[in-house]
């Protein structure tokens, strides 16, 4: 056993197992495909990737802390598990932490990564604190999404790093139940399945996951949908019929097809 860990008594053998758990390299999507996402709201995505027939993005229960903040970025991905007995409760020091993930995860950021972190909503876990979050903000990443609580809020407040969690705690990230075990690694944030390299969509409506691999089909879904929208939105400020406009009837959809053709 290493890394920081010991059993609590010699009772109670260790298991073999070697902390933190590495998933390895990321492969994050074209830098183009983000920057034409940037465009699209978590609200939008949310209603187009349910339309395509998936249904569990919307990361509830973390909301901005930073508000007016929109992110929009591969995740990078940090796990933090049960402590037992046996495995994690031997650690009593707040610096044993620099061997876990919660430091290893920090040094794969890249700049415009997005940080998502599972800690099941645990109060008693501060899972990132003030100097965590100045290493990730130096190393440009672009904002975190904590499906828990964070420390040292007053100084990291200061700091304007774009955040999403749950609220905020005076603890340390191993002082209670948890313990950093993993990065990059699949993750259940608010038990939404996020993968390392999945894009996150953030603002102030909250925090949505994307499928890498859907990304591009959400792209030109959301910008047929927001093509009618602004039609929609022309017309009923003229004083159209919701009926007819919002969502488009046959009669509308006709009207905003040669509208579209009039404009080529």
């Given at each position: 056993?290493?890394?920081?860990?010991?059993a609590?008594?010699s009772i109670?053998?260790a298991?073999d197992?070697?902390?933190?758990?590495?998933?390895?390299?990321?492969?994050r999507?074209?830098?183009?495909?983000?920057?034409a996402?940037?465009?699209?709201?978590?609200?939008t995505?949310?209603?187009?990737?349910?339309?395509?027939?998936?249904?569990?993005?919307?990361?509830e229960g973390?909301?901005?802390?930073v508000?007016?903040?929109?992110?929009?970025?591969?995740?990078?991905?940090?796990q933090?598990?049960?402590?037992?007995?046996?495995?994690a409760?031997?650690i009593?020091?707040?610096y044993?932490?620099r061997?876990s993930?919660?430091?290893?995860?920090?040094?794969?950021?890249?700049p415009?990564?997005?940080?998502a972190?599972?800690?099941?909503g645990d109060?008693?876990?501060?899972?990132?604190?003030?100097?965590?979050?100045?290493?990730?903000?130096?190393?440009?990443?672009?904002?975190i999404v904590?499906?828990?609580?964070i420390r040292?809020?007053?100084?990291?407040e200061?700091?304007?790093?774009?955040?999403?969690?749950?609220?905020?705690?005076?603890?340390?990230a191993?002082?209670?139940?948890?313990?950093?075990?993993?990065?990059?690694?699949?993750?259940?944030?608010?038990?939404?399945?996020?993968l390392?390299?999945?894009?996150?969509?953030?603002?102030?409506?909250?925090?949505?996951l994307?499928?890498?691999?859907?990304?591009?089909?959400?792209?030109?879904?959301?910008?047929?949908?927001?093509?009618?929208?602004?039609?929609?939105?022309?017309?009923?400020?003229q004083?159209?019929?919701?009926?007819?406009?919002?969502?488009?009837?046959?009669e509308?959809?006709?009207?905003?097809?040669?509208?579209?053709?009039?404009?080529?």
């Amino acid at each position: 056993m290493n890394n920081g860990f010991k059993a609590p008594s010699s009772i109670l053998p260790a298991p073999d197992l070697s902390l933190p758990i590495s998933g390895g390299p990321i492969k994050r999507p074209d830098p183009a495909l983000i920057e034409a996402l940037r465009a699209v709201s978590s609200a939008t995505a949310s209603a187009n990737l349910h339309k395509l027939g998936v249904r569990h993005t919307f990361i509830e229960g973390p909301s901005s802390r930073v508000p007016g903040s929109k992110i929009v970025g591969p995740a990078l991905t940090l796990q933090f598990m049960p402590q037992r007995e046996d495995v994690a409760s031997g650690i009593d020091q707040e610096y044993a932490e620099r061997s876990s993930a919660l430091w290893h995860v920090f040094d794969s950021v890249q700049p415009g990564d997005v940080l998502a972190v599972q800690a099941f909503g645990d109060p008693y876990t501060g899972c990132l604190g003030e100097m965590l979050i100045t290493y990730f903000k130096g190393r440009g990443g672009a904002g975190i999404v904590v499906d828990g609580y964070i420390r040292d809020w007053p100084n990291v407040e200061k700091i304007g790093t774009p955040l999403w969690c749950c609220g905020f705690t005076p603890n340390y990230a191993s002082q209670s139940g948890l313990y950093p075990w993993a990065y990059n690694v699949p993750i259940a944030c608010s038990r939404v399945l996020v993968l390392p390299g999945d894009i996150v969509i953030a603002d102030d409506d909250g925090a949505v996951l994307v499928p890498q691999q859907l990304a591009p089909l959400l792209l030109e879904k959301t910008l047929e949908h927001e093509d009618w929208e602004a039609f929609s939105r022309m017309r009923m400020a003229q004083g159209g019929s919701i009926w007819t406009y919002y969502p488009l009837s046959e009669e509308g959809r006709a009207e905003y097809e040669a509208w579209k053709k009039a404009r080529v």
